[in-house]
């Protein structure tokens, strides 16, 4: 069964801050996606990656397969970002297990 | 291009009752998951269809039940509802043929009273 921890649960920053959060899990994968779910329970998916770096305007993803690791990292942060972040490994494009998620407040 | 649609958005049901969900994919979407979403479990997968078949399964009583249409939509169906079954329900579909990532519909709120 593959466990998934992330840290941490809840981050308040201040706009404009660098925010990193981190996804570790138990079992090796291929890939992981990143999503982002706003309040009234839209989810985005941010990345799907399995491998290296991905970046996608602020928002820049990596994953050390070998490690059982990830981060997503939110650079020059602004009270748009604030939402849920969830990291889930998946079984080929589909997530099986998630992350609990980690609440972002970014306060202006 | 369309998302990802699901109907209804909000739903009340009383204990007992049986409810069905609608899910429409993404055009040339094949595969369609389910997940459901409380406040003490977080996000937690049901199954997955592919091409009409089931082709995963989260660890969720038989109550929970589902299948996928030839044009790739899907319902997922609960009976017998218990209150704990009040959820953010939620389906993602993605072409695993092409690799792309999952795509989120907003979910149905399902409230059972």
């Known amino acids: 069964k593959n466990e998934v921890e992330q840290s941490p649960q809840n981050l308040t920053a201040q706009e404009g801050e660098f925010i990193t959060i981190n996804c570790s899990y138990s079992?090796?994968?291929?890939?992981l996606h990143w999503l982002q779910q706003h309040p009234g329970g839209g989810i985005v998916s941010l990345f799907m990656?399995?491998?290296g770096k991905k970046k996608h305007g602020r928002l820049i993803a990596t994953i050390n397969i070998q490690e059982k690791h990830s981060s997503l990292h939110i650079t020059a942060s602004h009270p748009r970002d604030s939402a849920v972040y969830i990291c889930?490994?998946?079984?080929?494009?589909?997530?099986?297990?998630f992350g609990k998620g980690t609440r972002l407040s970014v306060i202006a | 291009k369309a998302g990802v649609t699901q109907t209804p958005r909000y739903l009340i049901k009383t204990r007992g009752q049986q409810v069905t969900l609608s899910c429409s994919p993404i055009?040339?979407?094949?595969?369609v998951s389910w997940y459901q979403q409380t406040p003490g479990q977080g996000l937690q997968f049901l199954f997955e269809?592919?091409?009409?078949?089931?082709?995963n399964k989260g660890n969720f009583p038989g109550r929970f039940s589902g299948r996928q249409f030839s044009n790739s939509r899907s319902e997922m169906n609960v009976s017998t509802l218990e209150l704990g079954d009040s959820a953010l329900y939620l389906c993602?579909?993605?072409?695993?043929?092409?690799?792309?990532?999952?795509?989120f519909g907003q979910g149905t709120r399902l409230t059972v009273v």
């Open positions: 055009s040339g979407h094949r595969s």
């Open positions: 993602a579909s993605s072409d695993p043929g092409r690799g792309t990532e999952a795509f």
């Open positions: 269809y592919f091409s009409e078949t089931q082709r």
């Open positions: 079992v090796g994968i291929s890939a």
């Open positions: 990656l399995s491998s």
């Open positions: 889930a490994p998946p079984s080929g494009n589909t997530p099986l297990v």
